[in-house]
């Protein structure tokens, strides 16, 4: 039986045929998602695997070192003992699971569009080619039967929610598509306080490992507790058991882990330099989905780089939890 902790689908997917484990070309008319030969042979009967997002790859980090960021969390999974299953989508096809050359292209393609889960069928449609977003990531992933999901940091509900109703589609893939994800939080740039609250009504889980206070992403703590703690990824897997014991509406756990004290970005400087990144976007009038990445990009040129050191940090330790948590549940099955 497959040793890889089941997510629980969206409603509207449909299980992958795996009766093959190599990778079968598509037809040209077929928007099923490809399994790459590894991870289609690890979901049938091998080793458990993770799911990891591509916008890191093409949209966070700079050419070149987003592609070895790319293999180095690759090989923290490998390292652990799990498949890990990167996703995207190239020219019109949806993947989990890619090769070097296909990192290599998501890595190095400046055409390369970000896609959240909206944006998919579109994308399929139009054969286009995509780094996924933590929506579009985690419905694949599910969809695949991929049980866990690594990546930095969570979208959420923006500041100013009053005013334009902005949150990000995270939320609501996340409160129906039961995967586990390993992430540092939400943005800091975000509204931190609502977006728990908005995560607590959509009835998405939470447990902070090792911690009593929800990560901040550049931050170790946002200053918000959280309800509940593990210490172990074996009592993460058993938050995952009991979860699906008692079945219900699907919706994911997230695990809360906070980076490294010793490698989170300056308090001080974050707290000085994203109060400056806000006035300056309301000096430009910068709104709607312009308003995260001109801050996210203010806070990596006013802090010298730090901000993105500490980013790597996070997803460093995420991609590692993630893969202990998947060995832990496939050794529990």
Not at 122 to 149: E, H, M, N, Q, R
Not at 174 to 184: E, H, P, S
Not at 227 to 251: C, F, N, Q, Y
Not at 256 to 283: I, M, S, T
Request: proline share 7%; hydrophobic share 45%.
């Amino acid at each position: 039986m497959p040793q890889n902790p089941p997510a629980q689908r969206p409603a509207e997917t449909k299980n992958p045929t795996r009766e093959n484990p190599e990778a079968k070309t598509p037809e040209t008319n077929s928007y099923e998602p490809v399994l790459s030969a590894e991870v289609r042979t690890a979901l049938s009967a091998g080793p458990p695997v993770v799911a990891l997002e591509s916008t890191i790859i093409a949209h966070g980090l700079p050419r070149p070192r987003n592609l070895s960021v790319a293999l180095e969390l690759e090989r923290l999974v490998r390292s652990a003992g799990a498949v890990p299953a990167t996703v995207a989508v190239l020219d019109g096809r949806a993947h989990v699971g890619l090769s070097e050359d296909q990192l290599e292209r998501i890595a190095g393609d400046p055409a390369v569009r970000k896609l959240g889960h909206r944006d998919l069928a579109p994308a399929l449609a139009a054969k286009a080619s995509g780094a996924t977003t933590v929506s579009a990531t985690a419905f694949l992933a599910a969809w695949a039967g991929v049980g866990v999901f690594a990546t930095g940091g969570l979208g959420g509900v923006h500041r100013g929610w009053v005013d334009d109703q902005d949150e990000s589609a995270d939320l609501r893939l996340l409160a129906r598509t039961g995967i586990t994800v390993v992430c540092a939080g939400v943005k800091s740039v975000l509204d931190v306080p609502a977006t728990l609250q908005r995560l607590e009504t959509l009835g998405v889980g939470i447990v902070g490992y090792g911690t009593e206070h929800f990560p901040g992403f550049y931050l170790s703590s946002s200053g918000e507790p959280v309800d509940w703690t593990v210490h172990s990824p074996e009592e993460v897997v058993e938050v995952i058991r009991a979860k699906e014991a008692l079945g219900g509406p699907a919706a994911a756990l997230i695990v809360a882990n906070p980076v490294p004290e010793k490698d989170q970005l300056d308090p001080a400087l974050h707290d000085r330099v994203l109060a400056e990144a806000l006035d300056a976007c309301r000096e430009r009038g910068i709104s709607g989905q312009g308003v995260t990445p001109f801050l996210l990009d203010q806070l990596m040129r006013r802090t010298g780089g730090a901000s993105l050191e500490a980013n790597l940090a996070a997803v460093r330790g995420n991609v590692a939890l993630a893969a202990r948590i998947a060995v832990a549940a496939a050794g529990a099955r």
